[in-house]
C-alpha cells in the first residue's frame, strides 16, 4: 500500500484530523471513491482476526474485574500455576481496551505472568464499541488521569495474593508513551517494553529506575523525532535499556488486526524479545 495512504490514516488515527477530512483526503490521494472504499477495511482494524488467544482457553481463568477503586480490567491468570507469579501490566493503544489488547492480555499470561490490563477510559464509562469515540474519550485524559491508572493498577499486581510483587509493564502507541510514564514515576517498577511510544524528557528520564525495552517501527517518523534525545538522556543517565528500530515497517506494526501496517516478521521478533526481557527483570529474587 502507498506509504501516504498509511501516512494519512496515521495522522487521522492520532488525532491530526477528523474522520471526515480523513475520508476526504483518501479519496483524493486513491483517485476515487470507489478506490477509498475498498482500501478503508484494510486500514481500520479487523477484530475477527484478533482471538489468537480464544477467550474461553481452557488454560487461562479470565476476568473483567475491579482490581483497585476505580481500576477495571482484563486480568488473565494461567490455571496450571501452583507457585506465585511475576505480573504484567498491559497497556492500550488510544483505542481503549479492544478485542486486541485482550487477546495480547492473555498471550502474555500463557507465557508464565498474571496479566492485567486497564481500561483508561473506566472513569468515562468504559471502552466504546466506537473507535473513533474512543480516540476522543482518551484526549480528554490528563497525564495525572493515564499515570493514576497504571499506579493503581500496578500497585493493585504487587499487592494480588497470585503475585511475586515483580511488575513488569508493556504498552503500544499511547501505551507505549504510558509506559515510558510509569516509569518515571514508578521507582518499584520492574521492567518497561514501550512499542513505538512517546518518549519522556531528557529531565525525566534522570528518574527512571527500570530496564527499558524499547521497539520503533522504521517509517514511524512522527515518533522516531523523539528517540535520539531519549537514547541520549538514557545514556547521559547510565540506564539500563535496549532499543531497536525495525526497518521498512510502519507504526502499529504489531497489530495483527490491520493488514495495512502489520509486520509479521518484525511483529514475531519484537514479541520474542519482550517476553525474554519481561522474564528476565520480572523473575523472583
Known sequence: MDQKIISLFDKYTHGGISRREFLDRLVVVSG???AALTLLPLLENDYAQAAIVPENDPRLQTAMTEIAPGTKGLLVVPKAATEKLPSVLVIHENRGLNPHIQDITRRIALEGFLAFAPDYLTALGGTPSNEDTARDMIGKLTPADILGTSKSASAALRAHEKSTGKVGAIGFCW???????????????SAGVAYYGQQPTGDDVAKIK????????????????G????????????KTYELYVYDGVNHAFNNDTNSARYDKTAADLAWGRSMAFLKKYTKAG
Open 210 to 225: 527500570a530496564p527499558l525495552l524499547l521497539h520503533y517501527a522504521g517509517l514511524d517518523d512522527r515518533i522516531n523525532a
Open 32 to 34: 476515487s471513491t470507489t
Open 175 to 189: 501505551g507505549g508513551g504510558a509506559v515510558n510514564m510509569l516509569a518515571v514515576a514508578d521507582s518499584e517498577l
Open 227 to 238: 528517540i535520539k534525545d531519549f537514547e541520549t538522556a538514557l545514556k547521559a543517565n547510565n
